[in-house]
């Protein structure tokens, strides 16, 4: 089975990594230094290579819109969650920024890609460049700024240029400007050698950096989170998608993209501002493992 096979080979990377934690001399930083290498040069080369074979249908505003839907609901589930269960100020701002913010980059395309093949990747690259980064940025500067711990506020025009900024969403721009001009041969092989290194490195960045440590007072809100993250939300995507009587190969990779476990930087937002930093941690860490238990059902109910 090719999606078996690929999803074997996705988890041996993830492995790879966590192995290399223990190698002797490694530098610390070298998870990040990977990370920097995918944002600058490796996902924007898959962006350039897959969104200009984006078929331009009404079908692409599934993927568009879906992840600012989940935001709205995960954010108002976690509000009212916090209220019901007294959740301290810290808690609040920690799921509110954990919760409604998946690894559909990191995590989403190399899944999307194990289980979907190449045709799912532009719609995953739609759910993320227009919807999960934005939103990162955006929504996730708004709860810091209510929830965080003090320091520099950002101003519209700081998230703006963080936005413009992003080298991923750099390449998005100029892959929809480049619709339709034929790139050179060569141009099109450096991209495709550079796109086919994209889930290696992302995996064994991702491994690198595991690390699963809760104390016994988040335990509970860790379960209450990835609950909400792992399996309330795809459900509640895969029931918007039926009300709105929207199907297809778009409308099942955004329910799977909104299946995806917490966002790694969403919980680095978290832990730099001093939002329950311990429960950021296990909510990424234990969530990327369960992942790859409840990603493989959530496809069985999707298919």
Do not use: H
């Amino acid at each position: 089975d090719p999606i078996m096979e690929n999803f074997i080979i996705t988890i041996a990377f993830l492995l790879l990594g966590i192995a290399l934690q223990r190698v002797p001399g490694l530098p610390v930083k070298t998870g990040n230094l990977l990370i920097l290498a995918i944002i600058y040069v490796f996902l924007p080369a898959l962006i350039l290579l897959r969104i200009p074979e984006l078929i331009v249908s009404d079908q692409v505003l599934i993927p568009a819109l879906m992840p600012w839907v989940m935001i709205l609901v995960s954010a108002g589930a976690v509000l009212i969650l916090g209220r019901l269960l007294r959740w301290d100020r810290g808690t609040t701002g920690c799921l509110l920024l954990v919760v409604p913010l998946g690894n559909t980059s990191f995590l989403g395309i190399p899944m999307v890609r194990a289980f979907f093949g190449e045709a799912g990747i532009p719609y995953a690259l739609v759910y993320d460049q227009l919807g999960s980064f934005p939103a990162l940025v955006i929504y996730g500067s708004v709860v810091v700024t209510l929830y965080g711990s003090g320091g520099v506020r950002p101003t519209a025009g700081s998230v703006m240029k963080k936005v413009v900024t992003f080298p991923p969403f750099i390449a998005f721009i100029l892959a929809i400007l480049l619709r339709g001009v034929p790139l050179p041969g060569v141009a099109i092989d450096l991209l495709t050698f550079l796109a086919g290194a994209l889930v290696p490195l992302v995996m064994v960045a991702v491994g690198l950096q595991l690390k699963i440590r809760a104390g016994r007072d988040a335990a509970k809100k860790v379960w209450i989170g990835l609950a909400m993250k792992l399996i309330a939300a795809p459900m509640m995507a895969l029931l918007i998608c039926t009300v709105a009587g929207v199907d297809g190969e778009a409308a099942r990779v955004s329910v799977f993209q909104a299946g995806m476990p917490p966002m790694v930087l969403a919980g680095a937002m978290a832990i730099a501002d001093d939002l329950a930093p311990a429960l950021a941690a296990a909510l990424v860490g234990i969530g990327l493992i369960l992942s790859f238990v409840t990603l493989p059902l959530l496809y069985q109910v999707i298919r």
